[in-house]
């Protein structure tokens, strides 16, 4: 167990629609990262937030946004689903300025039908 | 962040010692080698890093040669557990840098 907590584990929804994931980092951790995992594409990075600020943006369409709360939670907001947003998506957090890792949670499972 | 390069599958013994490896010609003074390693659609997990001198801790080993061009992570005694895909990935000494991960090496321990 990370520590990581996301919810929810799965999502099934269509096309058009707009969904939220929600994350809980470590206790402590101040920095918040997104991850997208498909088929194709494998893991890659969308977005990092560190203490309620965006700090970081990789690949995240227009059509995603994200934010972190005061509590350090951060949502994932994806609207206008297509067919080609079915993947995992994963959040890890990390304590700035250390350097033993990220700690991931364990994924939410987004299937668009 | 430099690149690094992996075998994309290898197969280990159970009970034998798991050498994986990984190239990173291009690292640069400030950037580290982590690994990761994600078994079947969980979230990937943090194995080990270095930046030249090796390391060990609970779960592995770390080998970076003294050129730091290359690394080799070393699970020693190998169990079914361990099949996943494990990442070497080279990121900056801050810390907090997102991971760019690539197809990194499947590994199989077979029975």
């Known amino acids: 167990d990370s520590g990581v907590t996301q919810t929810p584990k799965h999502l099934i929804t269509a096309t058009g629609q707009r969904v939220t994931l929600r994350c809980s980092p470590r206790?402590?951790?101040?920095?918040v990262y997104w991850y997208q995992q498909s088929l194709d594409q494998g893991l890659q990075f969308l977005i990092q937030y560190y203490n309620g600020e965006e700090r970081a943006k990789g690949n995240i369409l227009e059509r995603f946004s994200a934010q972190q709360f005061p509590d350090l939670h951060s949502e994932l907001n994806l609207s206008s689903l297509e067919l080609g947003d079915s993947a995992l998506y994963f959040c890890?957090?990390?304590?700035?300025?250390?350097?033993?890792?990220?700690?991931f949670g364990p994924g939410t499972r987004l299937t668009v039908l | 962040d430099a690149k690094t390069t992996q075998p994309p599958s290898m197969d280990c013994a159970e009970g034998r010692a798991a050498n994986l490896p990984c190239n990173h010609s291009?690292?640069?003074?400030?950037?580290?080698v982590y690994w990761y390693r994600q078994i079947h659609s969980q979230g990937p997990q943090y194995i080990i890093h270095?930046?030249?001198n090796n390391e060990t801790n609970e779960m592995a080993s770390l080998i970076i040669t003294e050129d730091r061009k290359s690394s080799t992570l070393i699970l020693p005694h190998a169990t079914l557990r361990d099949t996943a895909v494990y990442y070497c990935?080279?990121?900056?000494?801050?810390?907090?840098?997102?991971?760019?991960f690539g197809k990194g090496t499947r590994l199989h321990i077979l029975p």
């Open positions: 270095g930046l030249k």
């Open positions: 890890a957090s990390s304590v700035v300025g250390r350097r033993d890792g990220q700690f």
């Open positions: 291009t690292i640069s003074g400030n950037e580290y």
């Open positions: 990935i080279v990121i900056h000494g801050r810390g907090d840098d997102k991971i760019i």
């Open positions: 206790s402590g951790d101040l920095s």
